[in-house]
Nanobody
Framework: QVQLTESGGGLVQAGGSLRLSCAASGLTFSTYRMGWFRQAPGKERELVASISWSGGPAYADSVKGRFTISRDNSKNTVALQMNSLNAEDTAVYYC???????????????????WGPGTQVTVSS
């Protein structure tokens, strides 16, 4: 079965950086779009960034220029480098993939069928 496992969350001061990583198994990783979502208390889950099977990235406006998504198909991993963090970035961050390979870009959590358990990112101001 598909398993996604995030790592790298933690507590960081405003202006700092964190790097999240997601290890995937149970799918032909190189053919799947991958996404990073986040959910803050009382808010809906939102797409932060996604990356196509060929490496093309897409970002939410709120993180453009600060976050970078990347993937290593040889290691079945996807990473999210987060710089210039602020308090509004505090959330649980989730790695996700669609149910099918070669998925089209979508901001909707409903388009992603596989999810990791999440990792907490807390930015202190």
């Amino acid at each position: 079965q598909v398993q996604l496992t995030e790592s790298g969350g933690g507590l960081v001061q405003a202006g700092g950086s964190l790097r999240l990583s997601c290890a995937a198994s149970g799918l032909t990783f190189s053919t799947y779009r991958m996404g990073w979502f986040r959910q803050a208390p009382g808010k809906e889950r939102e797409l932060v960034a996604s990356i196509s099977w060929s490496g093309g990235p897409a970002y939410a406006d709120s993180v453009k220029g600060r976050f970078t998504i990347s993937r290593d198909n040889s290691k079945n991993t996807v990473a999210l480098q987060m710089n210039s963090l602020n308090a509004e970035d505090t959330a649980v961050y989730y790695c996700a993939s669609p149910n099918r390979p070669y998925g089209s870009p979508s901001r909707s959590p409903g388009a992603y069928g596989y999810w990791g358990p999440g990792t907490q990112v807390t930015v202190s101001s």
